[in-house]
């Protein structure tokens, strides 16, 4: 059985078929149908960076225990935290995987996609509400369930501050409620389009205080003629959406029923996963034979008369 890079904190190997995941802080790994985050070891690691792993993923656990002081109707969108230990936290185990490999493999319809952004909006408003600041909004944190429902997981880079803080002007260092939303916006894109986007909050490097910045416009992505492209590009002005239940309320009123045929006339079957087209005159047939078929229908209906 072969041993993958990582090591448990008694330096035993762990082994690619256990390892879920890793990242910055953790590495999880697929014991008795849950899912163990325990701090990140490799071979190498010296005693220091270990430390800091440990002390990273108690933090973190300050998150996971905040987050269940609510009842499980106010987190459903949020994976399911079964047991905080020292060093390893029990979460539900997600059998779909991550968002981010999950559309490597598959291509979603619109009404997929539009459900799992109305949930990740949903995840940001049940965590702010617990005074809780993301800040690592990306398509490969959050899971799928067997349901092909989204779960938020990986409050690593998360800010955990005082419940009686006023969540609309909070800022941790340039992070804030509207910093998650432009990095959802970036999520959102990144499924639609299958292009990979990030709203870097140091793309000019890390300042000498630390702080976050928002983006310039020209480092993202042109969202015209985009499905949802409106919406995405309030989510990159920073203020467009004041908190993410306005953000919810916007991606609730989009009627996906208007936009199923050309969902259709879109799907994998006319374009590749650039997003070309793959035959032209396959598509022109299509739309000219729906129009003909309207037309027809039309032209079918009695006339009123007065």
Sequence with gaps: MASSLFVDLDENPLHDNEVLGYGRIGVVIYRDNVAVKIPLRHPWSSDEDVQLNKEALEREQDIYHRLNLFSKEQIDCIVPCLGLHKNATHLGYMKNGDLRTYMAENQPSRALQITWFRQMAQALEQIHDKRVLVADVATRNPLLDSDLFIKVCDFSEASLLPLDTAMKTADDDGFSIQTDIGQLGAVMYEVITRQKCDFDLF????????????????????????????????????????????????????????????????????????????????????????????????????????
């Design 203 to 306: 793309q000019e490097g890390v300042p000498l205080d630390g702080r976050a910045i928002w983006p310039r416009r020209y480092s993202l992505p042109s969202t015209d003629g985009l499905w949802l492209g409106s919406i995405i590009e309030k989510c990159w002005v920073e203020g467009g959406f004041q908190n993410a239940h306005a953000l919810s309320q916007a991606l609730y009123s989009v009627d996906i029923a208007h936009t199923s045929l050309w969902s259709k006339l879109t799907s994998m079957s006319f374009w590749d996963r650039q997003g070309h087209l793959r035959n032209s005159v396959v598509m022109l047939a299509v739309v000219v034979t729906a129009v003909a078929i309207a037309g027809s229908w039309t032209r079918r209906q009695p006339l009123t008369r007065g």
